[in-house]
């Protein structure tokens, strides 16, 4: 089983990313997009595509615009073709924010931007780990999952959704994942514990055939559980001895994945 | 034809909401920021709608025109007032870039010559001219910006006349290649030479050249012995290469009865012996390369370098601290083979931000010093962009306040890099260009960017100061080739050396790497240029950013350069390495430069320096008549030096590359660390532990003491995180003020020898190191006065340490039950303390370092840890005892209640706040006592109390002192307010 993951003019995540696939049982590669355009049969050889996190073009002119411009323009059929397969895509961060860009996800009537990626209601990056919950929808990606503790780290990081478009994620179950607040409830747009201010507390959404994920938050970032905050504290009982290589909440998403197509 | 391209975001957005957040409803009501782009060539109907849709996201924004904004913006406002600001031409204009690369790809028949400058429209419903003042000069710097201010209307006006201001550079033709410069003039011209710069045709100096007269006659003789005059290409590549910020002549030239200097006797010095001493083969490439590099383990090196941007973060602090952070990633870049860089650092001494300092340049209210808290803003930034934008964590820094750093702030950024020991079968830290190698330039383009950087870090900040000298930082472009360079030639050994190009440009970076070759041959006209009319000495020393320097056999020239154009990077052959001792640039086969390499890093004039001892200086002893401990405590934990700066730590990303294990906030309270730490490898639990500390308010009483103290600091804050005391290693970097008093003098050879004594005492070696000596303002006050500000001496160490294993790491959380200690000895030290700076008691009494004794504490502490017989543990340093318990209560939420009574020799003040080093405080598991007890039996340690479940924080100091407070009134002081910069 393959995984490309995408490289290239800013895009900056793909290695932690390449590990979360080659841990959960993944044979990955690391692709540069310019290889991929001048190949891109390249993408036959693979059961999923990833968009890692990043600063691809910077962000200049909106998060993902410029690199969504470069795929519309050169990989667009390829990667369409890709996703009507047994395949899965996943845009993680900056990732998601190509998808969503490209009209990949939601694609409620048609690939064109339904929803908008814009600046968090702080003005301030914010890097820090919240709480989601896994939203009512069928992708195999969130398969049994219920509850993530993951960090986001970006800039444009709020989905900005028109009222008509909301109405149709929830009829087509086409969110994904939401803030939650310390009780579990959701967040209601209060910061931190919705970081950015999303509508609806979005974090992530999926098409609505499931098989493309579009998540700000970094599952990546979460794989093991030294990599969360004060996991030190988190085992005062017991001696940190036994915390090395134990699985955190990212992992699940990418071992779904694997036991997707297996 | 339409030739400006404007967009509005249909929702209020987040920067307008904090913009409109300074002003009061009143004062402004309502303001919209639209995007606008400037096009330079005509284009048709069809491909400007094309354009304005490929800028614009449908969803949240709509595309603004002549016809179509009045009644757009009427829905959000009674506009009065419209401010433009957009860069200056020759600005790096990133966004301007990508807007060009997005339309170029879609518009394929779109003239070659296009180009996009961006700018930003600010729509102010006001006519208070403070109020739109007082906009303008938050969003925009007029050394870099353009700023024009209209009415809506004259706006509007402007708009329909689609005139726009012209963006691009337009020089005028070169004329001439080189200018013979005669030296054999008077002391008194070449002074003027020297201070104020080569004479150009039209009678203006050129800007500073930084050569003394001594420096200039070296250069007449060598000439007048070729019996030649010299090039202007010669002189501007002396004065970069002989400048104190490349040759560090302070720290090399003899001083006192010490000849072979300070770096040689002191710091390297002590590295010398302290490798003697150690029989392991931890220390691998100290002084020698961009950064200086120790084992990992078995498999893999890290290296470390910290670097300075003061003075151009003074003029542009954003432009200044963005190129200091990707500067200094490139240092990692080009240490040895190329070191993937894995971790950022960051410590920014800062004048208040929000006091009024009013500081002009010149006489008359001209050319004001920016306001501290526009540094402060600008500067966070910049390094939150350059190393975001980057993907490189930044889990650790400080940040500390003083009134000295008004005229100059100081910006220290460092980068950790990560390389395999060996690569190919080599040694991965050696490398050397050969013979016949070609000098291969890749990443940004060069412009008149940053023209005389080098020379002017060594000039204090002055009226003739060329202000121009800022750059802004493109980190896309040099992600891009550090891509290249990490991931794919590295590995197939495809280049013999590599460099970064940072102060004094190609002069100084081919001029360094020829050192390995014998000499080199560079042909200026091959280096691709961002616009034309640059004259072969602007192009030899511009320093315009993001650009390595790579040695490739000529087999490989092809392959290497393929391989960068495929990932979107320029790279191009612009002469060769020589095996002949000779420094030659050509421009179109003409020499503009043949010197001899010997003469051009060693010709320079060695001088003496000598110092004398400062007077003792008076300090106001006010003595407090009545103390309330508890809101002493308050204050202090509120106090700038002391709060929580968890505001930069949330907006600089320390998660990315998934390796932080300790992170730059700590417990349920969200305490700012002195220490973090990254597991660098997925493969193993082996981790990376970086610490730093200065002590600036020491610095005048007793400099020896305050590096004694820095040392000692760095090193502990390590060792209580877990860091193993063998594995640990040091950087200096010393940021000076007025090298040319001997007093000052005297201060950084005191300091010096402290690092010295103290590195080797515990044989931490220093691995790398620089100097920023002129960190001085002179101007004038509002009322004209002459003004002179200096910085107070700081010394920054930056220190990095081994973690073996995860196991090893503690937190500073305590839990409930937890017994309490306070490790080391508490002695009558408020002297520099922030206790003192806070409620004006002051004493001389700086903190002394015993270096037996601390080292035999951590080694104790060391074997406590590694019997798993500690909790947490937190180490003393500014506020004392009184700010580390509370961060401890803070951090895990819980009460304490403490007896200090039995420590409490000098005064309860004292006793809570006094700096004395070596001091820990740690907590222990209640069965764990007996052990943790007897490991320590023969060392100050004194057991004062408990964690209680009671979220309340009490403690007794005496029979008639003691302090009651709430641990949420604890958290609720220790927020601070400083984050509303």
């Known amino acids: ?262 | 034809m339409p030739s400006q391209i404007q967009i509005l975001n249909i929702h209020s957005t987040g920067r307008e909401k904090s913009l409109a957040a300074l002003f009061s409803r009143k004062q402004l009501a309502n303001l919209k920021i639209t995007e606008v782009y400037y096009v330079s060539v005509n284009l048709s109907v069809k491909q400007f709608t094309q354009a304005g849709q490929l800028l614009c996201n449908p969803v949240s924004q709509q595309n603004l025109n002549a016809k179509n904004i009045i009644k757009i913006l009427s829905a959000y406002g009674k506009f009065k007032w419209v401010i433009e600001v957009r860069y200056l031409p020759g600005v790096t204009d990133n966004v301007g870039h990508t807007a060009e690369e997005i339309i170029r790809e879609n518009l394929k028949n779109v003239k070659k010559s296009l180009s996009i400058g961006s700018a930003l429209l600010y729509f102010l419903d006001t006519k208070e001219k403070n109020i739109i003042d007082a906009v303008a000069a938050e969003n925009s710097n007029p050394l870099i910006h353009g700023i024009t201010i209209l009415s809506f209307k004259d706006y509007l006006k402007k708009l329909r006349s689609n005139k726009i201001t012209d963006f691009n550079v337009k020089l005028s033709q070169k004329k001439y290649i080189t200018k013979k410069i005669n030296l054999n003039v008077s002391q008194e011209e070449l002074h003027q030479i020297g201070k104020q710069g080569i004479l150009e045709n039209n009678k203006i100096r050129r800007g500073p050249l930084g050569l003394d007269v001594a420096s200039l006659q070296a250069i007449q003789a060598y000439f007048n012995k070729q019996k030649r005059q010299s090039t202007d290409v010669e002189i501007e590549t002396l004065a970069q290469t002989w400048s104190e910020h490349c040759k560090h002549k302070i720290f090399s030239s003899s001083i006192d009865n010490i000849h072979k200097g300070i770096f040689n006797t002191y710091i390297r010095g002590a590295t010398r012996k302290i490798i003697k001493k150690r029989k392991d083969n931890f220390c691998v490439s100290l002084f020698s390369d961009n950064a200086g590099a120790v084992s990992f383990d078995n498999d893999w090196l890290v290296c470390h370098k910290v670097e300075t941007h003061n003075t151009p973060s003074a003029l542009d602090p954003f432009g200044g601290a963005i190129t200091g952070i990707v500067g200094v990633n490139r240092d990692c870049l080009g240490f040895g083979k190329g070191a993937k860089p894995i971790a950022n650092t960051y410590a920014f001494y800062f004048a208040y931000p929000h006091k009024n300092y009013d500081l002009y340049r010149q006489q008359n209210k001209k050319n004001p010093m920016l306001p501290a808290r526009l540094i402060a803003k600008g500067v966070i930034n910049g390094v939150r962009v350059g190393g975001n934008c980057s993907g490189i964590p930044t889990p650790q820094g400080t940040v500390y306040f003083h009134d000295g750093y008004a005229g100059k702030p100081l910006v220290f950024c460092g980068t950790v890099g990560l390389i395999p020991r060996k690569i190919k079968g080599q040694l991965s830290h050696l490398k050397g260009a050969q013979p016949g190698d070609h000098v291969i330039i890749v990443g940004g383009r060069v412009g008149k960017d940053g023209i005389h950087g080098a020379t002017f870090s060594s000039e204090k900040l002055d009226p003739n100061s060329p202000v121009t000298a800022v750059q802004i930082g493109d980190p896309i472009t040099q992600k891009k080739f550090s891509d290249v360079i990490i991931r794919e030639l590295r590995e197939k050994n495809l280049y013999s050396s590599i460099t970064d190009n940072g102060a004094g440009g190609l002069s100084s970076s081919v001029g360094e790497m020829a050192k390995e070759s014998g000499g080199f041959a560079i042909d200026l006209e091959k280096i691709p240029l961002k616009y034309e009319g640059l004259y072969p000495w602007e192009i030899w020393i511009s320093e315009s950013q993001e650009r390595m320097t790579l040695a490739v056999h000529p087999k490989n020239v092809q392959k290497v350069i393929s391989i960068f154009t495929q990932r979107g990077v320029e790279a191009t052959s612009i002469g060769k390495f020589t095996k002949k001792k000779k420094a030659i640039v050509r421009y179109n086969n003409v020499d503009v430069m043949n010197m001899d390499m010997k003469f051009l890093h060693e010709g320079y004039p060695k001088f003496h320096l000598k110092t004398s001892k400062p007077s003792f200086i008076n300090i106001k002893k006010s003595q407090i008549k009545k103390h309330s401990f508890k809101k002493e405590l308050l204050t202090l934990l509120a106090s700038p030096n002391i709060c929580s700066k968890e505001f930069i730590s949330t907006q600089y990303d320390h998660e990315v590359q998934a390796t932080s294990i300790i992170k730059p906030l700590q417990g349920e309270g969200r305490v700012f660390s002195d220490a973090t730490a990254i597991k660098p490898l997925f493969s193993s639990n082996q981790s990376l532990a970086l610490s730093q500390a200065a002590f600036p308010r020491y610095a005048n009483l007793d400099a020896y003491k305050m590096a004694a103290c820095s040392v000692d600091t760095a090193v502990r804050n390590l060792v209580v995180l877990g860091a193993n005391i063998k594995k640990i290693a040091l950087l200096d970097n010393f940021c000076w003020c007025s090298p040319e008093e001997e007093e000052r003098l005297y201060q950084l050879k005191k300091a010096a020898e402290a690092c010295h004594d103290y590195a080797l005492a515990y044989r931490t070696p220093f691995i790398s190191g620089k100097d920023s000596m002129y960190n001085d303002f002179s101007g004038f006050d509002a009322k004209n006065n002459k003004i002179k500000i200096s910085i107070p001496p700081t010394l920054l160490i930056s220190s990095l340490g081994i973690v073996k294993s995860i196991n090893d790491l503690t937190s500073i959380c305590p839990s409930i039950k937890d017994l309490i200690y306070v490790i080391g000895e508490t002695k009558e030290e408020l002297g520099g303390s922030e206790y003192g700076n806070m409620f004006g008691y002051e004493n001389i009494n700086v903190p002394s370092v015993n270096p037996k004794k601390a080292l035999k504490l951590y080694n104790v502490f060391s074997r406590a840890n590694k019997k798993d017989l500690i909790s947490s543990a937190i180490s003393v340093h500014m506020g004392g005892l009184g700010v580390a318990f509370s961060k401890m209560a803070i951090a895990s939420q819980t009460g304490m209640q403490l007896d200090l009574s039995r420590i409490n020799l000098f005064g309860s003040a004292n006793t809570l706040f006094a700096e004395s080093q070596s001091r820990m405080i740690v907590s222990i598991k209640p069965s764990n006592k007996k052990f943790f007890e007897k490991l320590f039996t023969r060392h100050i340690i004194n057991r004062v109390g408990e964690c209680t479940s009671k979220k309340k924080f009490l403690c007794r100091l005496s029979n008639k002192d003691s302090i009651q407070v709430t641990v949420s009134d604890l958290t609720r002081a220790y927020k601070g307010n400083i984050k509303k910069l």
């Not at chain 1, 049969?41 to 998060?63: C, H, K, M, R, W």
């Not at chain 1, 890709?82 to 899965?88: A, E």
């Open chain 1, 1 to 262: 089983m393959r995984a490309l993951i995408i490289s290239g003019y800013g895009i900056n995540c793909e290695d932690e990313t390449l590990h979360a696939f080659t841990k959960t049982g993944f044979k990955g590669s690391i692709v540069h997009i310019n290889d991929l355009i001048d190949n891109p049969e390249t993408l036959n050889q693979f059961q999923i595509v990833a968009f890692p996190g990043g600063f691809s073009y910077g962000d200049d002119t909106g998060s993902g615009n410029a690199m969504a411009n470069k795929i519309k323009n050169n990989l667009f059929d390829h990667l369409s073709e890709f996703l009507l397969k047994d395949k899965l895509v996943i845009g993680i961060c900056n990732g998601c924010q190509i998808l969503v860009n490209l009209g990949i996800v939601p694609a409620i009537n048609s690939t064109t931007r339904e929803v908008a990626l814009v600046e968090n209601d702080s003005a301030v990056y914010q890097c820090r780990w919240i709480n989601l919950k896994v939203s009512k929808n069928s992708s195999p990606w969130l398969t049994d999952i219920k509850k993530m503790h993951l960090p986001v780290a970006h800039q444009e990081g709020k989905f900005m959704v028109a009222k008509s478009i909301q109405g149709e994620l929830v009829r087509h179950d086409l969110i994904a994942c939401q803030y939650i607040d310390k009780k579990g409830k959701l967040a209601k747009q209060i910061f931190p514990h919705n970081p950015n201010g999303s509508d609806m507390d979005i974090a992530a959404l999926t098409n609505a055939k499931g098989n493309v994920l579009a998540m700000m938050p970094h599952p990546e970032r979460a794989l093991y559980k030294t990599q969360e905050p004060d996991w030190l504290n988190d085992n005062k009982t017991g001696s940190k001895h036994n915390m090395s290589f134990v699985f955190a909440d990212g992992y699940k998403i990418f071992k779904n994945a694997f036991d997707y197509f297996k």
